[in-house]
């Protein structure tokens, strides 16, 4: 078919969303303010419209950020800017998702599942928490820092995103799509199960009392490919199954390994093309090894990249690259110049992983020593403001602070179950041709993953986790009976009841576009 026939068009465009000052970093308990910039943050955004069989004009936007999460707040504050610039575009036909980096600014304003509490929330907490003054502080209570804060960040992220998004639908041209289907050790089930029937996350395989690696691990490569109508490649969309926490501790900015990606990739393809990195389910999935680590090193040592600090993420990236470098030449037979495109969205409403009177009383016996420790260092540095000139002084207080929070956020979810049974989660099915893209806010478990692309009409399915809304851990029921960081009830807001929900709604939603009218 010749691109000058083409009934779909699309746009890209990007933005350097990296902050000049210094920022809170999401990833880990205690807050890290960055003292650097290892390599720039990014928003990346493809447009995509074309006629249904009415002649009405589809749309779909999907947009990725170099983020550890999209919280509804930055969500909905690209979308007010999208709504306010263009009436073309239905700001509602717009999904973010994060890469789901360590190192990037923290633009969160609520903990999980903690919307209805509003301002009080803080307060309920602790008052040394100052919520008066740290309500533009999101996760963290207010210390005199010099720092953006995640409220100024994320005003500051949105209008960036927003820009690339406009331009994106501003610069949409007559396309063609290709997709294709690679492999790469990526990510690996980062949770460990042990004799006794426990599982932990991050556990040691090199005791006698490791049992197995308790779940599936998945190295698929999804890559679709656009064309302009001279069939030159302008970008690709790359979807793994693996968070980007190599550097996860690190105190800089950092886009982590996809940084070394793009950059490989831009080597390879053309330094012009666009890349939109994606985070399949990998919730309990990282690119951290726990087996086989010492070979690995050594096959480092070999390379002369054992002193490298980002050895594993240029690893990763030639990984990436050399499975896109397989896939193009092959995908690229099959250029698609009119696939029909459909888009979804809606807001389901799944059951909340109820928490019993026993798990409350468990969270804050676990919480307790922290909520002791945290108030503990509030007064000393009030009493003694020197403390504050010390090198990351901040650090404890913050550890205390959210693991106490951590615990309590319990026992408001007991509060919020009785009349809140449910959570409602915003979630997008897209179909382009014979693919489909499908979105959930969560850090998905493999499990459930598996079964919705099983059971999917599509020849290829790409699902975006982290996307569209916050969302928290959702845990396989094999995973919650071993128990452990990312499957007990602290973990956790949607329990496998609201993930059986979740398969269903996919699978029906992506089903039912290929239904033949």
């Known amino acids: 078919m010749n691109g000058k026939n083409s009934r779909i068009k699309t746009g890209w465009a990007k933005a350097d969303i990296t902050p ?26 493809l447009a995509f419209e074309s006629p249904d069989r009415q002649g009405l004009q589809k749309q779909a936007v999907m947009v990725s950020c170099d983020l550890a999460s999209i919280s509804n707040e930055l969500r909905d504050a690209v979308r007010r800017r999208i709504k306010s610039e263009t009436n073309e575009l239905d700001p509602e036909n717009i999904f973010i998702g994060a890469t789901h980096t360590h190192s990037a600014p923290d633009a969160r304003m609520m903990p999980y599942g903690m ?67 690679g492999h790469a050790v990526i990510g690996h089930n980062r949770r460990l199960a042990y004799k006794d029937g426990t599982s932990r996350m991050y556990g040691s395989a090199g005791i006698s009392e490791f049992s197995h690696v308790e779940g599936y691990e998945d190295h698929s490569v999804y890559a679709m490919m656009i064309y302009n109508r001279d069939k030159n490649l302008s970008g690709i969309v790359v979807n793994v199954p693996c968070p980007s926490q190599v550097s996860e501790h690190i105190y800089m900015i950092s886009a982590d390994y996809w940084h070394e990606t793009r950059m490989e990739l831009r080597k390879r393809f053309g330094e012009k093309i666009f890349i939109l990195a994606q985070c399949a389910p990998a919730g309990d999935q990282s690119p951290h090894l726990l087996i086989g680590k010492r070979a690995e090193e050594r096959m480092w040592r070999l390379k002369r990249r054992q002193q490298d600090q980002n050895a594993p993420r240029e690893e990763i990236a030639q990984k990436i690259a050399d499975a896109i470098s397989d896939i193009i030449p092959y995908a690229e037979k099959e250029i698609e110049w009119h696939p029909e495109l459909e888009h979804r969205r809606e807001i389901i409403e799944l059951p909340r992983r109820m928490v019993s009177e026993k798990d409350v ?121 071993g128990g452990g960081y990312g499957s007990v009830p602290a973990s956790t807001d949607i329990g496998p009841e609201g993930g059986e929900k979740l398969v269903e709604w996919t699978v029906s939603a992506i089903n039912s576009m290929f239904v033949k009218s």
């Open 20 to 45: 000049e000052q210094n920022v809170f970093l999401a990833g880990q308990f205690h807050a890290r303010v960055s003292e650097g910039i290892m390599d720039p943050v990014t928003a990346t955004a």
């Open 115 to 181: 919307e209805q509490y509003g301002s009080r929330y803080k307060s309920d907490i602790s008052p040394q928490a100052k919520p008066s003054l740290g309500d533009k502080y999101g996760m963290w209570p207010y210390l005199k820092l010099d720092v953006m804060s995640p409220a100024d960040y994320l005003e500051f992220a949105a209008d960036l995103i927003a820009q690339a998004v406009a331009q994106a639908w501003k610069n949409r041209e007559i396309s063609g799509i290709a997709y294709g289907l």
């Open 361 to 481: 009383e468990k969270a804050l016996e676990e919480s307790r020593p922290f909520k002791e420790k945290y108030e503990k260092l509030a007064a000393e540095i009030e009493e003694n403001p020197e403390i504050m000139k010390q090198p990351r002084w901040y650090t404890e207080i913050t550890k205390a602070y959210r693991l106490m929070e951590r615990g309590e956020r319990v026992q408001k979810r007991a509060e919020l179950q009785k009349k809140y049974p449910n959570m409602p989660i915003e979630v997008h099915a897209v179909r382009i041709g014979e693919t489909t893209f499908a979105t959930n806010p969560f850090e998905l478990y493999l499990d459930y993953a598996v079964r919705i692309r099983e059971l999917s009409a599509a020849t290829q399915t790409f699902l975006v986790q982290k996307a569209g809304c916050n969302g928290t851990y959702l845990p396989s029921e094999r995973s919650i009976s």
